[in-house]
């Protein structure tokens, strides 16, 4: 399947809510290896579904561990547990580019999701993955890793990464692109 194309901020549908995934099918899953195949043309760790346009409750994660290809598909993800203990992180976003900023998260999670064939399941995450499973889970929220910040800071940052991408513009995927 084709690459997706990435919504760019500022854009209202990071602000907008995903809604569940009724039935885990071979559309979903299809949809799934797109935003994987994004996710690798982009080499990020990992993307939510408002990210390309998607207000479903799918993201998605690999962190290449020691290079190797792990991915993991949360679809209708819960975290119900996350622990007192915080953790600074810097993050960015490949929506957001040019831009970065230390966000403070717990450092331990656990969620429970339906996988990539629609199975139950539950994991237990900390640290850097914890950070990135947790910045996921906020896109289908409407909140970024922006929202975080104060209100001056956050602006600040919205108008840097506005100014990066008009002087360099994103590449928007299309008919004549060769991926």
Same mark, same amino acid.
């Given at each position: 399947?084709?690459?997706?194309?990435?919504?760019?901020?500022?854009? =209202?549908?990071?602000?907008?809510?995903? *809604?569940?995934?009724?039935?885990?099918?071979? *559309?979903?899953?299809?949809?799934?290896?797109?935003?994987?195949?994004?996710?690798?043309?982009?080499?990020?760790?990992?993307?939510?579904?408002?990210?390309?346009?998607?207000?479903?409750?799918?993201?998605?994660?690999?962190?290449? =561990?020691?290079?190797?290809?792990?991915?993991?598909?949360?679809?209708?993800?819960?975290?119900?547990?996350?622990?007192?203990?915080?953790?600074?992180?810097?993050?960015?976003?490949?929506?957001? =580019?040019?831009?970065?900023?230390?966000?403070?998260?717990?450092?331990?999670?656990?969620?429970?999701?339906?996988?990539?064939?629609?199975?139950?399941?539950?994991?237990?995450?900390?640290? %850097?993955?914890?950070?990135?499973?947790?910045?996921?889970?906020?896109?289908?929220?409407?909140? *970024?890793?922006?929202? %975080?910040?104060?209100?001056?800071?956050?602006?600040?940052?919205?108008?840097?990464?506005?100014?990066?991408?008009?002087?360099?513009? =994103?590449?928007?995927?299309?008919?004549?692109?060769?991926?």
């Amino acid at each position: 399947m084709p690459v997706l194309s990435l919504v760019y901020a500022p854009n =209202p549908i990071f602000k907008q809510q995903a *809604t569940p995934v009724e039935t885990v099918d071979d *559309t979903v899953r299809a949809t799934i290896d797109a935003m994987f195949d994004t996710l690798e043309y982009e080499q990020a760790v990992g993307m939510g579904g408002n990210m390309v346009g998607l207000l479903k409750q799918i993201a998605i994660v690999d962190l290449h =561990p020691d290079g190797v290809s792990s991915p993991y598909t949360f679809i209708n993800p819960d975290i119900y547990w996350a622990s007192e203990e915080m953790q600074e992180q810097e993050e960015a976003s490949i929506c957001f =580019p040019g831009i970065a900023a230390t966000i403070q998260r717990p450092k331990a999670i656990k969620l429970r999701y339906l996988d990539y064939d629609g199975n139950p399941a539950e994991l237990e995450a900390e640290g %850097y993955f914890a950070c990135v499973i947790q910045h996921e889970v906020d896109y289908l929220r409407g909140v *970024t890793f922006l929202d %975080y910040l104060s209100k001056m800071k956050r602006d600040m940052l919205i108008k840097k990464t506005q100014k990066y991408q008009k002087e360099h513009p =994103p590449h928007v995927h299309g008919a004549g692109c060769r991926h």
